[in-house]
């Protein structure tokens, strides 16, 4: 019996072992499933929202930024404006007279027919010491006791120098004009006794400048003189006439 297991073949072969299974490879029961799951999800909104605190961050320090620049353009410009608004002249009106006025009444009608001529001086005074002043395209009217003397009355532009004063002459001509009957008659009344009142408007483009440092050009302004009383300009105290930027 031993020679004969001793003489049984050799066949090289090894004997099988028991097969390997990973743990991994194991089903896990549903309810681990249903608990893996909500880790993995879990997990990755922990990532999602790791990465949002960032993402805020740079938004509102882009915000701040433009809200910063936008402050400081802000800043300049009321600076620039303020500048600007202590640079302008000081009006007043010095004269208002008529060289002509001659009124035609018609019985039968509720207008007159009114020939005029009225001269207004404007004193502008550059008050500054070392920026001048130019004017240019220069447009006047005028009117007195609700009637319009003259409108888009032209004048030649011209400079200041600093601390100088101008004045400016405004001519406005009616020939034949009708106009209310009352209206005239009250006119003719307030210019024998010198109770008259004037608006004086004037409109065009500003510049300033000094030397080679400052040069600016085509800044629209506007000047009002409203309600001005012949009796403050025979006294020499005429009341300081509106001038605004950019208006027109």
Do not use: W
């Not at 483009?205 to 025979?234: E, H, T, W």
Request: glycine content about 6%; aromatic content about 8%; overall charge neutral.
């Amino acid at each position: 019996m031993a020679d004969l297991e001793a003489s049984a073949p050799h066949t090289g072969r090894q004997p099988k072992s028991p097969r390997q299974v990973a743990f991994s490879e194991i089903p896990l029961p549903p309810q681990y499933q249903h608990h893996q799951r909500d880790d993995q999800r879990k997990k990755k909104d922990h990532q999602d929202e790791s990465g949002r605190p960032c993402c805020f961050t740079c938004c509102a320090g882009a915000c701040l930024c433009v809200l910063a620049f936008l402050l400081v353009i802000v800043v300049l410009g009321v600076s620039f404006l303020s500048f600007l608004q202590s640079e302008l002249p000081d009006i007043r009106v010095q004269s208002f007279s008529f060289s002509k006025l001659g009124v035609r009444h018609f019985d039968s009608e509720s207008y007159s027919l009114l020939n005029a001529t009225a001269n207004v001086f404007l004193n502008m005074t550059n008050k500054n010491d070392k920026v001048g002043i130019s004017y240019h395209s220069l447009l006047a009217y005028v009117s007195s006791n609700n009637i319009q003397l003259g409108q888009n009355i032209q004048l030649d532009g011209f400079s200041q120098s600093p601390r100088n004063s101008t004045s400016l002459k405004v001519t406005a001509t009616l020939l034949g004009a009708k106009v209310d009957t009352d209206d005239a008659q009250m006119l003719e009344s307030d210019a024998k006794s010198r109770k008259m009142s004037v608006d004086v408007g004037l409109h065009g483009s500003l510049g300033f400048y000094a030397g080679d440092i400052l040069k600016l050009q085509g800044l629209p302004f506007q000047i009002r003189c409203s309600n001005v009383l012949q009796s403050q300009i025979d006294v020499e105290q005429p009341t300081r006439c509106n001038i605004r930027l950019f208006a027109s």
